[in-house]
């Protein structure tokens, strides 16, 4: 299947400073990707829309200028968590369809960032 | 609006008993199914996924779903259960797979945990 590669796959920051996740599309081009936040022992939370080359579609109560995201090409989307505080502590997941249709969504490895 | 409830957030089985696994949905078109695993601190994998046709669904590592229109229900079984299996599963649906940019909607999860 294809894949959709996740990094830093963990990240501990400061309060106050800012960390960039990237999601890449390895062998496919992704013109939309997705971006989670899991709460332990809690459901995917979809945070945002990811559309290459245009701006990103933010979930109600998500801030925008809090997470930016760039999709910059057709295999690379980001995620910058701005000016970090501990409750932003979580785990991000990403993922990326092929294609329309019934095509599943892939998924990256995730990203545990923990803010101290 | 779609939304997926799944039953119980924990199930315990013994290693070689049956696992049953509970998804209803709401959708207000006929939905796209889909079963996925999770890992501790890892992405999600695709386990099955039901889009038209056969309503009785193969997957990966044993697993099967039934799609049931008349119930809204995708519970997913395995006959057998493998220490292997202790993970975390989520039910998704989607309605709009003809976008590219259609969103999955999550269950909350179910935590199963296999005993020897």
């Known amino acids: 299947g294809a894949v959709v590669s996740q990094h830093p796959s963990r990240v501990i920051c400061k309060s106050g400073t800012s960390v960039k996740i990237e999601c890449r599309s390895l062998?496919?081009?992704?013109?939309?990707m997705f971006w989670y936040r899991q709460f332990p022992k809690q459901s995917l939370m979809l945070m945002a829309t990811?559309?290459?080359?245009?701006?990103?579609?933010?979930e109600q109560g998500v801030e925008k200028d809090k997470f930016l995201i760039n999709h910059a090409s057709l295999t690379l989307s980001t995620l910058t968590v701005t000016s970090a505080h501990p409750e932003d502590s979580s785990f991000y997941i990403c993922?990326?369809?092929?294609?329309?249709?019934?095509?599943?969504?892939?998924f990256g490895q995730g990203t545990r960032l923990t803010v101290v | 609006a779609q939304s997926v409830t799944q039953l119980g957030s924990h199930v315990s089985v013994s290693e070689g008993a049956l696992v049953l696994l509970r998804c209803n949905y709401s959708?207000?078109?006929?939905?796209?199914l889909f079963w996925y695993v999770q890992y501790p601190n890892q992405g999600l994998q695709l386990l099955l996924k039901?889009?038209?046709?056969?309503?009785l669904v193969k997957g990966i590592n044993g697993f099967e779903a039934e799609f049931k229109k008349s119930e809204t229900s995708f519970h997913l079984t395995k006959p057998s259960a493998h220490m292997s299996d202790a993970a975390e599963y989520f039910c998704a649906v989607s309605d709009n797979p003809a976008a590219a940019g259609n969103k999955l909607t999550f269950g909350g999860g179910t935590r199963v945990l296999v005993k020897p």
């Open positions: 039901y889009t038209t046709g056969a309503t």
């Open positions: 990811s559309n290459e080359g245009s701006k990103a579609t933010y």
């Open positions: 062998d496919f081009q992704a013109t939309t």
């Open positions: 993922s990326a369809r092929v294609g329309g249709g019934a095509t599943e969504a892939f």
């Open positions: 959708s207000s078109v006929p939905p796209y």
